[in-house]
């Protein structure tokens, strides 16, 4: 019988804390991590490989594409593009240059029912899953469509509470017995206090987290960041939302927040939920938080995925697609869509690699 998620959380042997070390892998389109600590058991990233999507936003700037600047944007991490360069050669070559450099990352795949609704999510996430094993790679999904997502905020959005389970239960159809990991609904638990229903919502969370890992698969259930609800109040509210079947938390999902930062935060709310292990999200806080979340200006790209360590941190993703807007503030067009020009001062953290 295999384990499940939290069985290989509560079995996995403890990794001492340890120096965040960078890969120098230039352009290579998946990165891979070595166990840390001889014969430990197994967690869901040791070894692995991290899928590159060929059609993300990143990749059809890169080349160009028409269609990425003609699509309606729905949610966060979906389509469209926005700025440009006015023509200036040397603007459009910058800009190609960082969506080149930028498509190349391993990033999450975000799963947002405005673009891939029921009935059709099964389909394009089993062709992304086949994609990912023919070369030998493991994709990352971003699950974001929670009834009143966000709260009506920049990424305002979701399902009906029942319609959500049905299109959880398709997401979760198309994973299983595949090796993939899946971040559960940034935002969703840190705003529960402040957005409708609590309890509805924790319920929601807590049957989405038990479905995935009654199908054992990997499963991180977002516990904000080290700048939001202190670590004994997200804790509680992780317990509400059904942590204890996760495979983990996540933490700094959209965030800025710098790796020191995430891991003192992570570890400590680790030591509150009986030593859960927890993914950091570094793709965009290479110079750390200004105190801004909505588009700040003169951030940059944090280190690549896989190569942070801690004691009980099972991997640095990038989990949001650096590149793509937080939201119609501070001159960003509306979530999710391409925005070239951010692109470009992102990218500048590639120089610190």
């Not at 995935?212 to 259930?221: I, N, Q, T």
Request: one cysteine or more.
């Amino acid at each position: 019988m295999p384990r499940t998620p939290r069985d290989r959380r509560r079995t996995r042997t403890a990794v001492a804390l340890g120096v965040v070390a960078v890969l120098l892998a230039g352009g290579a389109l998946a990165v891979s991590l070595v166990s840390r600590v001889p014969n430990a058991a197994a967690g869901p990233f040791d070894g692995a490989q991290l899928y590159v999507d060929p059609s993300s936003l990143a990749a059809r700037a890169a080349a160009a594409d028409p269609a990425a600047a003609t699509e309606e944007p729905t949610s966060s991490a979906t389509v469209g593009t926005s700025g440009g360069s006015n023509g200036d050669p040397s603007d459009v070559a910058q800009q190609l240059a960082a969506a080149e450099r930028l498509a190349a990352e391993p990033t999450a795949i975000w799963l947002v029912p405005e673009r891939y609704p029921i009935g059709t999510v099964r389909d394009t996430v089993s062709e992304v899953v086949r994609s990912a094993e023919r070369s030998g790679s493991m994709p990352v999904f971003t699950v974001y469509g929670v009834p009143e997502r966000d709260c009506g905020n920049q990424s305002a959005g979701g399902l009906s509470s029942d319609e959500y389970q049905d299109w959880v239960a398709e997401i979760v159809a198309a994973v299983a017995d595949h090796r993939v990991a899946v971040i559960l609904e940034p935002d969703a638990v840190a705003l529960a206090p402040d957005c409708g229903d609590r309890t509805a919502r924790m319920r929601q969370l807590a049957a989405a987290t038990e479905q995935f890992a009654d199908a054992s698969v990997p499963v991180y259930l977002d516990g904000g960041h080290s700048d939001w609800r202190p670590p004994a109040e997200m804790a509680e509210l992780l317990r509400e939302a059904g942590v204890a079947d996760a495979t983990g938390f996540a933490t700094n999902v959209s965030n800025y927040n710098t790796t020191e930062d995430e891991i003192a935060y992570a570890e400590e709310l680790s030591g509150l939920l009986d030593g859960a292990h927890y993914v950091i999200d570094t793709s965009r806080n290479g110079s750390g938080s200004n105190g801004e979340w909505c588009n700040p200006s003169g951030r940059t790209v944090g280190q690549q995925p896989l190569t942070a360590q801690a004691e009980h941190l099972d991997a640095n993703l990038w989990v949001k697609a650096p590149g793509e807007s937080d939201g119609a503030c501070n001159g960003g067009p509306l979530a999710g869509v391409w925005w070239p020009e951010q692109a470009v001062q992102l990218a500048k953290g590639f120089s610190a690699w």
